[in-house]
């Protein structure tokens, strides 16, 4: 049987794949530190590649005691490097 | 499977507390981060360390942990029923780690069978599931738990699409109830413009429900092998252009031979340099969904100098320089910098 999927990701959805409770979830995107499609938490759409960053920024608040706002900028700095890692590889 | 020493990892006595465990895990999150780390082989080890810290970090998995390694070392050896007494379930924390990017989902045999491919366990008889291999009640029902794996697709299978065949070690438990890995074999339609750490989510894939309830899902986190001339930045794809000089400084068509073989024009501006990047626009990653727009090709130019020793380059080069004598190439480059011209544009 042939899966197709769907690039988009519920609020449950994403909790489930990256291991984060709803509240924690939640608290976040109202803090405007992950970003989501939708107005109410009902209707929220998530893109299916923000799963690492979440994963991240759980991950250095737990292992740090970071406050949200830290592990998001620290997420995206390890982004930031993993692309530039990228293009120094391909370009020298 | 070879014993996991995770204290000894993180360089602790097995009374450590939680406050040392959590100290120890940040000393060495900094020493061996890949990125900031000048160790040779920093990103295993920093795998290691989070490993360890997922386990030793976490009452649960450390009271896990202890009553194993207790009966493990009393023994010199692995007991019979080591991992017994362990339920998988998809709790989808333990991928990763602070440092581990390329590593999501990587931990050791040893990990895996005592606390399953998501790193999630239960004891019997501590969950509602724990109960179900000693029999369920009458109507009970849980939602089965969700499988996490990796898949690794071509860089033109990303950028066209793709039906794919992927094979999946599943934890299941044997006949004596002890858990093991079977194999298992799935089609999955990648769509076109998947990117590298995408997660699919194949609805209903994961483990079975219990009295009727739902399947779990199964996440597939997608990662792209490397490809010898084009990488993905974003939705954008990225390669190098190389162009002879005269190409360079007088302008032209040039072809660019795409990850698909075929071929597409490009034209190259008079007076480009090495370093410029020409962008043709759509030409990158299609857009995964509706409404999505394709990314960019971006061509990093470089100018590739005919050899010298070639009689003929050479005295082109000869003429070049006796006619061109007031030609400064530093100072051309100077000027280019201080008008913030250099490298990438």
Known sequence: MTQAFDPWLTLDELCRAAGVAPEWLTERVQGGLIEAQGKEAATWRFDALIVRRVRSMREIESGYGAAPELAALVADLEDEVARLRRRLALFG | ?345
Request: proline share 6%.
């Open chain 2, 1 to 345: 499977v070879d014993f996991k020493d995770y204290y000894g990892v993180l360089g602790l006595p097995r009374e450590a507390s939680a406050e040392e465990v959590k100290k120890a895990y940040r000393k060495l999150a900094r020493k061996y981060h890949p990125d900031v780390s000048k160790e040779r082989d920093a990103a295993a080890r920093m795998a290691e360390v989070n490993e360890a810290h997922a386990v030793l970090g976490d009452a649960e998995r450390r009271a896990a942990y202890d009553a194993v390694g207790q009966r493990w070392q009393q023994g010199g050896a692995p007991p019979p029923d080591w991992d017994a007494g362990f339920e998988f379930q998809g709790r989808g924390d333990a991928h990763g780690g602070f440092g581990g990017f390329e590593s999501h989902g990587e931990y050791s045999d040893f990990f895996e069978q005592l606390f399953g491919r998501t790193g999630a366990w239960r004891q019997h008889g501590r969950t509602s599931r724990g109960a179900a291999h000693g029999g369920a009640g009458p109507g009970h029902a849980a939602r089965g738990a969700d499988h996490h794996a990796k898949i690794v697709l071509d860089l033109e299978q990303a950028l066209a699409g793709s039906l794919t065949e992927i094979s999946l070690r599943v934890p299941q438990r044997d006949a004596t109830g002890h858990p093991t890995l079977a194999e298992r074999r799935l089609e999955v339609r990648i769509p076109a413009g998947v990117r590298p750490g995408q997660m699919i989510r194949l609805a209903g894939q994961g483990e079975a429900g219990i009295g009727g309830a739902a399947a779990g899902d199964l996440f597939l986190e997608v990662h792209i092998r490397p490809h010898p001339r084009f990488a993905i930045d974003g939705t954008d794809l990225v390669a190098e252009l190389p162009v002879a000089p005269w190409e360079a400084a007088l302008g032209g068509v040039v072809p660019v031979v795409m990850p698909d073989g075929k071929e597409l024009k490009v034209r190259v501006p008079a007076g480009a340099q090495s370093g410029r990047v020409l962008s043709v626009r759509g030409k990158g990653l299609p857009g995964a969904a509706a409404g999505v727009a394709p990314g960019d090709l971006q061509l990093k130019v470089r100018v590739v100098l005919p050899s010298g020793l070639d009689p003929r380059a050479r005295k082109l080069y000869e003429a070049m320089a006796e006619q061109l004598d007031d030609f400064d190439a530093r100072k051309v480059a100077r000027a280019e910098a201080e008008r913030g011209e250099g490298g990438e544009r």
